[in-house]
């Protein structure tokens, strides 16, 4: 029997890559109450506690990582993975069903809430649910578009977040095809509210092609934030889609 010789065989580096970068800012607030997970670099989420209400760093923490969990379960069935719509509206009726039963425990009975976003990347295209006022940010071909619309009402108020009500929480869901050199901002409104669309636009084109260039691009983003006066808990996370040419 002729066996195939191991130091022969070329292994064929990915054609793709993705890069992604997160970091925080705490602001002036007494705790950082937004949380970031990321997965196998194919689900992102990131959560940010009610400021109004006790526990938000709790929240938001649960939130996130149960969104990740429901992310690596419920996709086993073939259901929701072929219909990626349903499976973001399952994550997030599961990570709100979590968040409400949270309540019910010692210590944590006069309530909690946070919001929640979530970002699926597949091999072509990118899936996005929300519910709260994270914002996620796009950029295709010098072109950028917000794919979120903030669950606020005129006065800025939330109205929608996970875990003030047990059922109807319908997240925004979001589709867009992700080629190489598109770029995603996944933003909390610590953020999306003091960056105009403009300076993120301009900090996504020249966010580069390594791990180092989009983690840069990632603290300018929090750090035109803070400049443009924000205080509050801030949380940037920069996915990118790029070619494999050997160089990183």
Same mark, same amino acid.
């Given at each position: 029997m002729k066996f195939a010789d191991p130091l022969g065989l070329k292994y064929e580096q990915p054609r793709e890559i993705i890069l992604f970068a997160a970091s925080q800012l705490q602001g002036k607030r007494e705790s950082q109450e937004?949380?970031? @997970?990321?997965?196998?670099? #194919?689900?992102?989420?990131? /959560?940010? &506690? @009610? $400021?109004?209400?006790?526990? &938000? #760093? !709790?929240a938001s923490q649960l939130a996130a990582e149960t969104a990740v969990w429901g992310y690596k379960h419920i996709r086993q069935r073939d259901f929701y993975w072929r219909d990626k719509k349903l499976l973001l509206k399952r994550i997030v009726r599961t990570t709100n069903m979590t968040i409400w039963q949270k309540q019910r425990e010692t210590g944590f009975t006069d309530g909690? /809430?946070?919001?929640?976003?979530?970002?699926? @990347? &597949?091999?072509k295209n990118i899936w996005m649910g929300n519910v709260g006022d994270a914002s996620a940010f796009f950029l295709h071909e010098g072109k950028m578009s +917000?794919?979120? =619309? #903030?669950? !606020?009402? /005129? %006065? &800025?108020?939330?109205? =929608?977040?996970? $875990? =003030? %009500? +047990?059922? $109807?929480? !319908?997240? %925004? @869901? /979001?589709? #867009? +095809?992700f080629y190489p050199n598109d770029v995603v901002l996944l933003a909390t409104d610590g953020v999306a509210r003091y960056v105009s669309e403009k300076e993120i636009q301009l900090i996504l084109e020249n966010s580069g092609r390594t791990t180092e260039s989009v983690t840069d691009a990632v603290v300018a983003t929090l750090r035109k934030a803070e400049a443009n006066g924000s205080t509050d808990n801030m949380t940037a996370v920069i996915v990118k889609r790029i070619y494999n040419i050997g160089d990183i």
């Open positions: 937004d949380y970031f @997970v990321n997965f196998n670099d #194919e689900c992102f989420t990131i /959560a940010d &506690g @009610v $400021g109004s209400m006790p526990h &938000g #760093e !709790v909690m /809430a946070t919001t929640l976003l979530v970002l699926i @990347v &597949g091999d +917000r794919l979120t =619309k #903030e669950d !606020v009402d /005129a %006065q &800025g108020n939330l109205t =929608k977040v996970l $875990g =003030k %009500q +047990r059922l $109807g929480i !319908v997240p %925004q @869901v /979001a589709i #867009e +095809r």
